[in-house]
């Protein structure tokens, strides 16, 4: 995997959604207007915004505010949050989510009411490093032993997921980094994005 500098240009990418609902909620009353939650990312991510405004153009057509776009942990833990709580909404990556359906890693068991209803965007992961840090791919952490400092999503996120995934298959754990005298910070979108900004880490992740 080759790692992205930052260059402004560089990082205006797409970012891609999944909306999951289970199969089976419906309204007690068949004539009323069911309330749902929308589970979305971190507060202030993109995905929170994008929710947001999914909510509020939702909730423009009916009266009662049907839909409440609220905070999620990300893309690995929505489809299971969606799975157990019939009736809300979720955004997440087309991957987990058959992963989910079928009971695959990471998932403990599968949840087959689980649907994709749509697809909002693509996605692409990216990997980005400061310019003053001298590597050129993930490999060359294991390689050089290095004290790296990384900022990725929060545990249940797609960017913590898979980044462990990537650094995985270059034979590095999160412990091989710490004890080498780095670190992984597990933050939301907002606050990994001022601590790149401010040099405070070397390394960010993000959809």
Known sequence: MVL???????????IGFLIVISSSCGPADPNAIPRTNLI??????SWYRIGSAIAERTNSGFEGQPITA?????????????????????????????????????YPRSFPELRHVATLLRNKFHVVAAGGVSIESLADIGKR????????????????????????????????IRS????????????????????????????
Not at 40 to 45: A, K, Y
Not at 185 to 207: K, P, V
């Open 145 to 176: 032993r290095m004290g790296i400092r990384i900022g990725t999503g929060p545990p249940g996120s797609g960017e913590e997921f898979l980044l462990k995934e990537c650094l995985s298959s270059w034979g590095v754990t999160y412990e091989d």
């Open 70 to 106: 609220i905070p999620g942990a990300g893309g690995v833990s929505n489809p299971a949050r969606v799975g157990q709580m019939p009736g809300d909404l979720g955004l997440s990556f087309l991957p987990f989510l058959r992963a989910a359906y079928r009971g695959e890693a990471p």
């Open 4 to 14: 992205f500098r930052w260059q402004p240009a560089r990082i205006a990418v797409g």
């Open 40 to 45: 979305t990312g971190s507060t202030g991510s």
């Open 180 to 207: 080498w005298g780095g670190r992984v910070e597990y933050l939301g979108s907002g606050e990994r994005a001022d601590l790149f900004r401010d040099n405070h880490i070397d390394i960010i992740t993000f959809h």
